[in-house]
């Protein structure tokens, strides 16, 4: 028998506060921020002890990388528009230019910052984070920007 265990991050305050520019997207193109929610399902079966997963040590992996967030320029690594220098990011597109101090940026391994790479980057730091037990046959991360508008990806464990 299969269970599935749910962690909603807006109501066991898992999120992070952002800001990021979607460069060529019309809207978004723009400096702007997301109040962000990293949400949770594990699928698997009853361990010895009767628990799927114990949820404390779950909340504190996925708590430790929204703080890793929270309050940051996230900053795709794998696109030419950001230049990364000694003390400050760069950013010039379509006439404008945006200047961050490094230290208040946080440098992501993707092309854009999007909700699906981000749940892509959160599962990733999940799995490096502790070790899945045997039991655990999924994860599915999600990563809203608001109530109601996010993205998922699912990753089969076991």
Known sequence: MTYRLELDGWKSNIMFSSAHILLGHKRCGVLHGHTYAINLKIYGNKDEQDFVIDFAHVKKVLRDIADSLDHKVLIPKDNSYFKILDKEIIVEFEGKKYV????????????????ENLSQYVLDEMIKGFDIPENISKLEIGIDEGFGQGAWIEKIVG
Do not use: S, V, Y
């Not at 961050?100 to 909700?115: E, G, H, R, V, Y």
């Open 100 to 115: 961050f101090p490094k230290d208040d940026c946080i440098f992501l391994p993707m092309k854009n910052i999007t909700a």
